[in-house]
Nanobody, 127 residues
Framework: QVQLVESGGGLVQTGGSLSLSCTAS????????MGWIRQAPGKEREFVAA????????YYADSVKGRFTISKDSAKNTVFLQMNSLKPEDTAVYFC????????????????????WGQGTQVTVSS
């Protein structure tokens, strides 16, 4: 089993920035893919960003490309999501997710490809 614990999030004005972090425990992350999925009220879960733990290949949703950056600290088993130029439509609960083995490229943006989920953290962007 893998446990994912998120932190960060909160309330910010349009154009502001927030940073999320997620620390994984329970297993070595060598072959993992990790990322972030969000869900806004009344909407389906939406892929945001992901990376391959080995090699660091990253994937982004078109809606966040150029504004969000996913990164990791291997020594701390932690993945980060830096969110800049936030918009009201970014308001959602953000879930840290992980998969072992990492999803193949064609599935990396599929929320269903991730077996492990954190509890979620709220991000609210006011207009």
């Amino acid at each position: 089993q893998v446990q994912l614990v998120e932190s960060g999030g909160g309330l910010v004005q349009t154009g502001g920035s927030l940073s999320l972090s997620c620390t994984a425990s329970g297993r070595a992350l060598t072959n993992f893919g990790m990322g972030w999925i969000r869900q806004a009220p009344g909407k389906e879960r939406e892929f945001v960003a992901a990376l391959r733990w080995n090699g660091g290949t990253t994937y982004y949703a078109d809606s966040v490309k150029g504004r969000f950056t996913i990164s990791k600290d291997s020594a701390k088993n932690t993945v980060f999501l830096q969110m800049n130029s936030l918009k009201p439509e970014d308001t959602a609960v953000y879930f840290c997710v992980a998969a072992d083995p990492r999803p193949i490229t064609s599935q990396a943006r599929n929320p269903g490809a991730y077996r492990y989920w954190g509890q979620g953290t709220q991000v609210t962007v006011s207009s």
